[in-house]
T-cell receptor, first 113, second 114 residues
Framework: AQSVTQLDSHVSVSEGTPVLLRCNYSSSYSPSLFWYVQHPNKGLQLLLKYTSAATLVKGINGFEAEFKKSETSFHLTKPSAHMSDAAEYFCVVSVGGNTPLVFGKGTRLSVIA | DAGVIQSPRHEVTEMGQEVTLRCKPISGHDYLFWYRQTMMRGLELLIYFNNNVPIDDSGMPEDRFSAKMPNASFSTLKIQPSEPRDSAVYFC????????????FGAGTRLSVL
């Protein structure tokens, strides 16, 4: 079975400083990994995905994530936070086929002016 | 495309009443998913369809919950009778053939059962 652990339930950064949202996964097979973002009162939106190609994945809005198999990690980063980045972020794992996506508990990102 | 459309956006009902949530997936998408989001349990998959056929309903909490997809452009999630513990945000998502895991979410229905 696969699982995902988001190590921080809440991260607070100042505008213009780097963002790091941590995610570790567990999977018996080669996983696909995703980050989704949920702004208040909105549905989830795909930020980026890793599907066994390049280990450094670039997404929308300046976010990127690096797949590290040795560390079973898929941390999300952004060099400079913007106020509009304040949202809930979900790390998601899948092993494909008919198995469903497995969502982490989410990390709430606050950006301070 | 307008994206995944869910209605209503908010629903307040009394315990014991029937509740019907509606979803219109993105045109041309072959998969449709129903999720429930709560503070305690996070985001849970309830059921998903492929080409209007239910594939996995193992996440449906109990017999009070049922979902249908009568055609490619419409799905319902029904709760009868509703209970206060059903209060949550319910999301519908759809995805295209060949990219089942690239899911597009609706804005959700916030259900409050009093």
């Amino acid at each position: 079975a696969q699982s995902v652990t988001q190590l921080d339930s809440h991260v607070s950064v100042s505008e213009g400083t780097p963002v790091l949202l941590r995610c570790n996964y567990s999977s018996s097979y080669s996983p696909s990994l995703f980050w989704y973002v949920q702004h208040p009162n909105k549905g989830l939106q795909l930020l980026l995905k890793y599907t066994s190609a390049a280990t450094l994945v670039k997404g929308i809005n300046g976010f990127e994530a690096e797949f590290k198999k040795s560390e079973t990690s898929f941390h999300l980063t952004k060099p400079s936070a913007h106020m509009s980045d304040a949202a809930e972020y979900f790390c998601v794992v899948s092993v494909g086929g008919n198995t469903p996506l497995v969502f982490g508990k989410g990390t709430r990102l606050s950006v301070i002016a | 495309d307008a994206g995944v459309i869910q209605s209503p956006r908010h629903e307040v009902t009394e315990m014991g009443q029937e509740v019907t949530l509606r979803c219109k997936p993105i045109s041309g998408h072959d998969y449709l998913f129903w999720y429930r989001q709560t503070m305690m349990r996070g985001l849970e998959l309830l059921i998903y369809f492929n080409n209007n056929v239910p594939i996995d309903d193992s996440g449906m909490p109990e017999d009070r919950f049922s979902a249908k997809m009568p055609n490619a452009s419409f799905s319902t999630l029904k709760i009868q009778p509703s209970e206060p513990r059903d209060s949550a945000v319910y999301f519908c998502a759809s995805s295209p053939m060949g990219a089942k895991n690239i899911q597009y979410f609706g804005a959700g229905t916030r259900l409050s059962v009093l």
